[in-house]
């Protein structure tokens, strides 16, 4: 098994971009996760993180979104704000995480609103990632 929570978080970003086998809406959520920067760094998200190994020895990893979803509603990765609901958005695109953009995503700042606009057009195949 590979230990995530001890991994370099520049690893650990190259490991969830390859755990996303090209599909856009995966790739949507690590690119928003990248940008805003404060869940890769967090030890308590890389509990709820599988992964592998490649034949080229290359590691992968993958967000468990059911057991993600289970500690959000525990409260295990912090209260209802603006990092959480990034996160939670990510998940949204990521796998069968419902949110409500309305009440969910009330409030937050236009530059974390654009973000997740850009992440929704990555998630649709139209947007370049940069």
């Not at 978080?9 to 086998?21: P, Q, V």
């Not at 409260?75 to 939670?88: R, S, T």
């Amino acid at each position: 098994m590979i230990d995530f929570a001890g991994m370099p978080s520049a690893d650990f970003l190259k490991a969830l971009k390859r755990g996303t086998d090209c599909m856009w809406p995966l790739e949507a959520a690590v690119w928003l996760l990248e940008r805003t920067g404060v869940w890769l760094e967090d030890p308590r998200l890389r509990r709820y993180v599988a992964g592998g190994v490649r034949d080229e020895d290359e590691v992968w990893a993958g967000f468990d979104v059911p057991r993600l979803h289970a500690a959000i509603e525990a409260a295990e990765l912090g209260e209802h704000g603006e990092e959480l609901i990034v996160l939670c958005f990510a998940l949204s695109l990521y796998g069968d995480f419902p949110i409500s953009l309305r009440y969910d995503c009330w409030g937050l700042p236009k530059e974390v609103v654009q973000l997740m606009g850009k992440a929704l057009l990555i998630a649709n195949g139209y947007a370049e990632r940069d």
